[in-house]
């Protein structure tokens, strides 16, 4: 049975990035979620409503994050747990 696609995604336009390489808020030298969530209106200003991003959950870093080792947490390199809840609307769709 094929799953419907949602109306949405047709007219998204998908930003995607690394968090390790795009902000370091906090001087560690490593991109993290609060960096991503601080350049939410500047991506949105590029014409983007939709953000990709590349693993950030908990891994052994042995291939570069894509060997997650939970998937249930934020590595804390990244941020913490509580993070990805600032990049979701509060309604669907609505942060544009």
């Not at 060997?67 to 934020?74: I, K, N």
Request: hydrophobic share 35%; aromatic share 12%.
């Amino acid at each position: 049975m094929k799953r419907p696609t949602p109306s949405w995604l047709s007219a998204a336009i998908f930003y995607e990035l690394y968090p390790q390489s795009f902000l370091d808020t906090n001087g560690d030298g490593i991109g993290d979620l609060p960096g991503v969530i601080a350049k939410l209106d500047y991506i949105k200003s590029l014409g983007c409503n939709a953000v990709r991003l590349n693993p950030c959950f908990v891994s052994p870093m042995g291939d570069a994050g894509y060997d997650v080792a939970d998937f249930y947490h934020v590595d804390p390199r990244y941020g913490t747990d509580a993070a990805p809840a600032a990049l979701r609307p509060t309604t669907p769709h609505s942060a544009g």
